[in-house]
């Protein structure tokens, strides 16, 4: 990375000269702006076309005075198979909304500047700043690799970077320095990939440098030849990094392991690193769960991060912890609440904190007063609040419900009255005839009452007769709330005139970590009779036509798919399954994150000894295929590692050779989830017509 340090005086010299621009500048790609789309809508009618036309808000940031809100806009386009987000900006009442940027290079990552003078941003991982009133942008990074993340110090004079940074080396033609055209990549431990990608040497790092009259100047990496990611992979983001208040330290989140340890492992640490000193320093070593997403509290005498305690368990309760600093002693501040805590924020005064958790199967906002471990739920309702921030003497966070999608929404935290300010898709919204959904409560098999969410095609008909579909949710742990898929979009299922029945069945993590721990070493038992009580009770009722129902599901949904198709004796008449696991025993050995099977079965499958291992393995789907009998299509990605999609291809050569009716779907340059508008739109057409086929009479 010494090239990156001799690179950014030039760079930045080039940046403060010369790169400034007005609202957004001229846009070098106008003729292929990608930016609101003019979609057809036909009699009302949802389609997947019109999914992918909603605006998707993003990156929500309150400005330090609390007045102004900023967020970005994603907008698809399917012919160009692809996405754009600008910046817009608005007062925190709704008011003075504006866009900011109008450009075809993805803005993102949006943080106020602790002055709130500016708004940073990434556009094409360089790092910018935009005066929220004219527009006017000032190119701030000029390194060399592109940056994936940054934070300005509190008071503005460092800044620190997330740069992907090479450490070691297994490509072929690294190691092999005269065969540099070898296609190989050669690995000696775990884990090798990961989610969607071959390990390749580079990590996620830490860079800290100065800011000098609008110059980045000394930067230098905080985790200098560590083979570990900060923030970590996959998913991991600048949350998961902060400084305290005085700018003389840096907490940030890692897992410091690797091979073998590393993936079957769920221990990522706080670690402090001192600017002044440059030493780092671990702050949770008795802590064997997942400890992430630190925050100085603003007086700077404590910090809270989220902790599991269970090691190896990655759906453990997320608990908030607060540590004297610098003593360090530490607590759990969330012990009375029976859910795991997000989103935490600090008010200015140091003494309260509001989050959300799942309370019911739907992320509500919680305050939390510190002096007295008070947990109070402000908000309530069958909608998802995510993203809490605090602006003055109100809340800002995104807002979603099954038929809306993500708008931001100033809360009350008194009452809890949530008010829409965003509106990015209200005019599209007026334009659909859009399903109705309800929370119901189901009786199970041992007599609990579980949170089954039903929907309702639009315009409704009681004296009618519909065609019934069971969702068989993933996970098997998270929590089955309000939130708005653009993967598994039950308004467009509803849409398409079926009843979509989504049980909250065992596993599910919010209905209390008792409910979630249940699914654990119990595969294919109790989770399963929750789903078939939940689709029983609604086939009795007198507008299901209980001759066509079918089930679909996706990751754990599509293991439980193909073992109801082994013993759900005639009651459905077709499935699908997307990235499901249909052999346990192979899955165990393929999978990429081995702590996640290891816990779920409770051991290895050649430990014949292991009676809860063997238990486990015997629920496999794979082993009930002799009663196979229903048409099953079976979609699966090329690139998930989660899930290998030889687990899909075994299952439709199964039921090929079983001469059942079957169809397969190989997108091969997607991972677990399909993800681009043009793939998304063939397997949303290609799901519709094969459950029309069965259910549709």
Not at 467 to 488: A, D, E, K, M, N
Not at 565 to 573: N, P, S, T, Y
Request: hydrophobic share 35%; glycine share 8%; proline share 5%.
């Amino acid at each position: 990375m010494k090239k990156v340090i001799a690179a950014i005086s030039m760079v930045t010299m080039f940046a403060c000269n010369g790169t400034e621009r007005q609202k957004g500048g001229e846009n070098p790609s106008a003729a292929s702006f990608t930016g609101k789309p003019d979609v057809k809508i036909e009699n009302g009618q949802m389609t997947p076309e019109v999914l992918w036309a909603f605006g998707r808000v993003g990156n929500v940031c309150v400005s330090p005075d609390g007045k102004r809100v900023a967020y970005t806009v994603t907008y698809y386009s399917i012919p160009e198979n692809k996405s754009n987000a600008d910046i817009y900006v608005m007062d925190t009442g709704g008011g003075n909304k504006k866009q900011l940027t109008k450009t075809d290079a993805r803005e993102g990552a949006l943080a106020w500047l602790p002055s709130g003078k500016a708004i940073a941003f990434l556009r094409a991982g360089i790092l910018w700043n935009i005066n929220p009133d004219n527009g006017k942008e000032t190119q701030v990074s000029g390194i060399e690799e592109p940056v994936d993340g940054f934070i300005y110090a509190p008071a503005e004079d460092k800044i620190l970077f997330v740069v992907s940074t090479k450490v070691e080396k297994y490509a072929g033609a690294e190691i092999h320095s005269d065969l540099d055209k070898a296609n190989v990549y050669i690995y000696d431990d775990l884990m090798y990939r990961h989610w969607d990608s071959w390990k390749d040497g580079n990590y996620n790092h830490i860079y800290v440098g100065d800011v000098r009259s609008g110059r980045v100047e000394a930067v230098e990496d905080i985790m200098p030849g560590e083979p570990y990611d900060a923030p970590m992979k996959p998913f991991g983001g600048t949350e998961e990094i902060t400084w305290s208040p005085d700018g003389k330290t840096i907490v940030y989140t890692c897992k410091k392991l690797t091979g073998k340890e590393y993936a079957f492992q769920t221990n990522s640490d706080l670690f402090a690193y001192d600017v002044e000193s440059k030493q780092t320093r671990l702050l949770t070593p008795d802590m064997p769960g997942g400890d992430f997403c630190p925050l100085f509290s603003p007086d700077g005498a404590k910090l809270l991060w989220l902790s599991m305690r269970r090691a190896g368990f990655e759906a453990d309760k997320e608990r908030i912890m607060v540590m004297d600093w610098p003593a360090g002693t530490k607590r759990d501040v969330s012990e009375a609440l029976d859910a795991s805590s997000g989103s935490v924020k600090w008010t200015a005064d140091s003494r309260n904190l509001y989050f959300t958790a799942p309370y019911k199967e739907a992320h509500q906002i919680y305050k939390l007063d510190l002096s007295n471990g008070d947990i109070r739920r402000i908000t309530d309702g069958n909608h998802d609040y995510q993203g809490v921030q605090i602006a003055g003497d109100v809340l800002i966070a995104s807002r979603t419900t099954f038929v809306n999608p993500a708008e931001i929404y100033r809360i009350n935290p008194v009452d809890g009255a949530g008010e829409e300010i965003s509106f990015v898709n209200r005019d599209l919204l007026d334009k659909i005839n859009v399903p109705s959904f309800e929370k119901r409560f189901v009786t199970t098999t041992d007599n609990k009452q579980m949170v089954t969410w039903v929907f309702y095609p639009p315009s409704f008909d009681e004296s009618k007769k519909y065609p019934v579909l069971l969702i068989c949710t993933g996970g098997p742990q998270g929590v089955l709330g309000p939130s708005f898929s653009y993967r598994w979009n039950y308004m467009l299922m509803a849409s398409q005139g079926y009843v979509v029945v989504v049980p909250a069945r065992r596993g599910t993590s919010g209905s209390g970590q008792e409910w979630c721990d249940a699914i654990s070493k119990n595969h294919g038992a109790q989770e399963e009779r929750d789903l078939l009580s939940a689709v029983d009770a609604i086939a009795k009722e007198p507008w299901a036509d209980e001759t066509c129902i079918g089930a679909t599901g996706a990751s754990y949904g599509g293991y439980s798919i193909f073992h109801l198709a082994g013993v759900h004796k005639g009651r459905f008449k077709a499935f699908l399954a997307h990235s499901g696991i249909f052999h346990m025993e192979f899955m165990y050995s393929t999978t990429e994150e081995m702590f996640f099977e290891n816990w779920e079965t409770g051991g290895a499958p050649w430990d014949k000894e292991n009676k809860v291992a063997q238990n486990s393995f015997s629920a496999s789907p794979h082993l009930l295929v002799k009663n196979w009998d229903t048409p099953i299509m079976i979609v699966h990605g090329e690139k998930d590692f989660r899930v290998p999609y030889s687990q899909g291809m075994a299952a439709f050569n199964t039921a090929q050779m079983l001469g059942v009716e079957s169809k397969l779907l190989i997108f091969t340059t997607e991972n677990h989830w399909v993800l681009s508008p043009q793939n998304a739109i063939v397997w949303q057409r290609e799901f519709f017509a094969w459950f029309d086929k069965y259910l549709k009479k």
